[in-house]
């Protein structure tokens, strides 16, 4: 990358101009030879930098194919290690803040002050990079002792209506794996019923709680102990008790 220049206006964030550097690609199109069109800048919130707001203005290179007949007519650079493609802001700042908020436990509108753009910005990229991680089914990993907790999520509406969640957690490690819609058996069953055999099997320890019957469904064997953490009783489950539950 090459820095053009940097504009530092009075009251305004600091603005570093960039373009890329590096061979002429080819037509995605043809596999031709490119033309050189024009550069448009494209303004990305940045980290802070010097304790204030800062922007990269990547000037993004334009391409023509002169092959007559090639569908592609012009296109422009793409480079992800600056800026994914549609997001407003820069990889590495779209890094940190959805660390920040994931991590850190920062407030998306307390991003948005300390880089000095909007709420949006700052949600929309928590959301595109947050959404791959939270989706891959290794961060939940083996449990071994399963808990189910309904909470009271939110009051809405005129009349503050109760709506509930469930969370469902890894009670031996303290971690939380999920959160429920509602509090019937309903989404916990489904939850449980998304899991695999081998997930489900390694499991020593769930909960006697409203979901019981759900329970003894999905693990479907003998050896499965049922545990209440509010109780702190297990019992054990034999297949005459599964009968009976
Ligand atoms: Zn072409």
Known sequence: M???GAEDELGGPVRVHVETR????SCPGCGGGV????QRPVELVDLAAFGRPARLVWHKRRWSCPSQGCPVGSFTESAPHIAAARLVMTDRAGRWVTEQVGRHRRSVNELAVELGCDWHTIN??????GTPLVEDPARIGEVEALGLDETLFARLGRWRTQHWSTSVADVRRSQLLDVLEGRSSTGACEWLTGRDQAWLDAIDWAPAASVLGCLLVVFGHQR????DPRLEVGLEVRSSDADVA
Do not use: N
């Open 2 to 4: 090459t820095v053009l």
């Open 22 to 25: 590096g061979d002429r690609p």
């Open 35 to 38: 033309w050189s069109k024009d």
């Open 124 to 129: 929309d990229t928590v959301i595109a990079y």
């Open 224 to 227: 499965a102990r049922l545990y």
